[in-house]
Nanobody
Framework: QVQLVESGGGLVQPGGSLRLSCAAS????????VGWFREAPGKEREGVSC????????YYADSVKGRFTISRDNAKNTVYLQMNSLKAEDTDIYYC?????????????????WGQGTQVTVSS
């Protein structure tokens, strides 16, 4: 059974850090492009970052460049999103997903399998 499980969300103060994890079961993540998206109530799901299979090329939304880092640990079949210098506007539910193709395109329709999401709240 193909499954993605996100973890690592929580409450953090502005300027703080969190590391999100996306653990896969039932398939091997490093064969796929894996993306992180976020969604606030009433808003469209926004692409945050993506990591390509093979060479591991990374892509980021302008809003998180220089603050977020995506990486993968193939031995653990897990993709991470390190989030630093967090801002209140980063508050969202964060989802990981696997692309339908092997290409990173930060569009929701380009991704198929999704996790259940993890809440990130940035507040003092």
């Amino acid at each position: 059974q193909v499954q993605l499980v996100e973890s690592g969300g929580g409450l953090v103060q502005p300027g703080g850090s969190l590391r999100l994890s996306c653990a896969a079961s039932g398939f091997t993540l490093d064969y796929y492009a894996v993306g992180w998206f976020r969604e606030a109530p009433g808003k469209e799901r926004e692409g945050v970052s993506c990591i390509s299979p093979g060479n591991g090329a990374t892509y980021y939304a302008d809003s998180v460049k220089g603050r977020f880092t995506i990486s993968r640990d193939n031995a653990k079949n897990t993709v991470y999103l390190q989030m630093n210098s967090l801002k209140a506007e980063d508050t969202d539910i964060y989802y990981c997903a696997v692309a339908r193709s092997g290409i990173c395109v930060l569009l929701e329709r380009a991704f198929g399998s999704w996790g259940q999401g993890t809440q990130v709240t940035v507040s003092s």
